[in-house]
């Protein structure tokens, strides 16, 4: 076992705790468009997604490789950077979480280490080809390439099983999203559970505990993924219900194909080292389902609020993470302080979410429906739903109803 310092252990305990926000932040990346269509119960769900999450932390290396081989100049480094980094990203998955948006604990793990690097060693410490090819690039093609591939996969499996028995395809289609699904949470582990082995190795590095271009030790690499795990099984409800229902309402038949897409495009990423984020791609590949259906909508009230968290994630969580390395630069008495503020902000944050509780008893009630645009109402009238379908996955338009020849005109309106 390496030999550990106080700031050290520290970091460890931090890095693992901001995986265990990770879990419970991504568990909609796997689980929303199954709990949304009843293929699964909720807390059956993400049971299986926590003993996958932990069986794909031992899949690969390369992405946490990325992380603390890549990314920054380990030899700028100091285990309080590495702290301060976390800080950032652990109140910002907290926050997301706390208003139910879908962002990604990836970029914030990212951009807090990006800022605290950049206050402690310059803007020079960190790796900018890395950070663009294998970051940057990924965060935007990942969501277009999921929602492309969702889209064209919803279309062809409605083209496909345009005459099969409605009954018995949707069954099957059932299965098919717990398979698709089982297959997310499986790369889920492969991806996120490897960012803080990542982050933990390059602490161990920092501190002198292993030697520079280490492989994550297997307690690391064990001690994450069952972090994760344990954040996954308890389930991030509030982001299970945008993603499930706020987004878009989804048939079985494009949860399939949306969580297919998603589980595709993510391994991929796992298998060349790219560090792109999972919320992005099954966030793209649920809109691309949603649009892929005749009569789908996307409530893009919902999807724009979604792509200015994803937008304001590296830059906010850098800003912390610099603060936080700026604090920690005072010495012990600087990291007690980041440290007790880091406690009492998460504290705070999880008293707030108590005033209006989402757990597994209600996280399929629908929030209140957004009013259909002009658009929505154009497309709902030129392209119905699919034959047996039901009506009410096409938001209605309205126009005035007709009024009696003695009476004043009705303001009643009726479906179309």
Same mark, same amino acid.
């Given at each position: 076992m390496e030999s550990f310092s106080l700031i050290l252990a520290i970091v460890v305990v931090t890095a693992l705790a901001f995986d265990f926000t990770n879990g419970f932040h991504d568990t909609a990346n796997a689980m929303a468009t199954t709990i949304s269509t009843g293929a699964m119960r909720p807390k059956v769900a993400v049971a299986m997604s926590a003993v996958l999450n932990l069986v794909g932390a031992f899949l690969s290396v390369e992405v946490a490789n990325t992380i603390s081989k890549g990314l920054v100049d380990e030899a700028g480094i100091r285990p309080e950077v590495i702290f301060a980094a976390l800080v950032g990203a652990i109140l910002w998955n907290l926050l997301t979480w706390l208003v139910g948006l879908p962002s990604s604990s990836s970029h914030a793990l990212m951009g807090g280490l990006i800022g605290a690097t950049i206050a402690s060693?310059?803007?020079?410490?960190?790796?900018?080809?890395?950070?663009?090819?294998?970051?940057?690039?990924?965060?935007?093609?990942?969501? $277009?390439?999921?929602?492309?591939a969702a889209l064209l996969a919803t279309r062809l499996t409605y083209s496909l099983g345009r005459k099969a028995d409605g009954k018995a395809s949707e069954k099957g289609y059932r299965a098919g999203q717990i398979a698709s699904a089982g297959l997310v949470s499986l790369a889920h582990g492969t991806n996120d559970a490897q960012k803080t082995m990542g982050v933990i190795t390059l602490a161990?590095?920092?501190?002198?505990? $292993?030697?520079?271009?280490?492989?994550?030790?297997?307690?690391?690499i064990l001690s994450a993924g069952l972090a994760i795990a344990l954040g996954t099984y308890l389930g991030g409800w509030r982001i299970i219900r945008t993603m499930g229902k706020g987004l878009t309402d989804l048939q079985p038949q494009q949860g399939f194909a949306a969580q297919t897409s998603a589980a595709t495009v993510i391994l991929a990423s796992s298998h060349i080292g790219f560090s792109l984020s999972t919320t992005h791609s099954v966030s793209g590949s649920v809109m691309?389902?949603?649009?892929?259906?005749?009569?789908g909508v996307v409530r893009w009230?919902?999807? #724009?609020?979604?792509?200015v968290a994803w937008g304001l994630t590296l830059p906010a969580a850098a800003l912390v993470g610099a603060l936080a390395e700026y604090v920690t630069g005072f010495g012990s008495w600087g990291t007690a302080v980041v440290a007790v503020f880091l406690v009492a902000s998460s504290a705070a944050i999880w008293k707030i979410s108590r005033r209006e509780v989402v757990d597994h008893t209600n996280v399929n009630d629908a929030d209140e429906a957004e009013p259909?645009?002009? +658009? #929505?109402?154009?497309?709902?009238?030129?392209?119905?739903?699919?034959?047996?379908?039901?009506? #009410?996955?096409?938001?209605?338009?309205?126009?005035?109803?007709?009024?009696?020849?003695?009476?004043?005109?009705?303001?009643?309106?009726?479906? +179309?």
């Open positions: 060693a310059g803007v020079g410490a960190v790796h900018g080809d890395v950070l663009v090819t294998k970051v940057l690039i990924p965060a935007i093609a990942a969501p $277009v390439v999921a929602g492309i161990l590095v920092a501190g002198g505990a $292993v030697a520079p271009d280490s492989d994550p030790p297997m307690w690391v691309g389902a949603g649009l892929g259906r005749k009569g009230s919902t999807a #724009t609020r979604m792509f259909a645009g002009v +658009v #929505t109402t154009a497309m709902a009238a030129v392209t119905p739903p699919p034959a047996g379908g039901p009506a #009410t996955d096409v938001p209605s338009a309205t126009i005035p109803a007709p009024a009696p020849a003695d009476r004043e005109p009705s303001t009643t309106t009726t479906p +179309v």
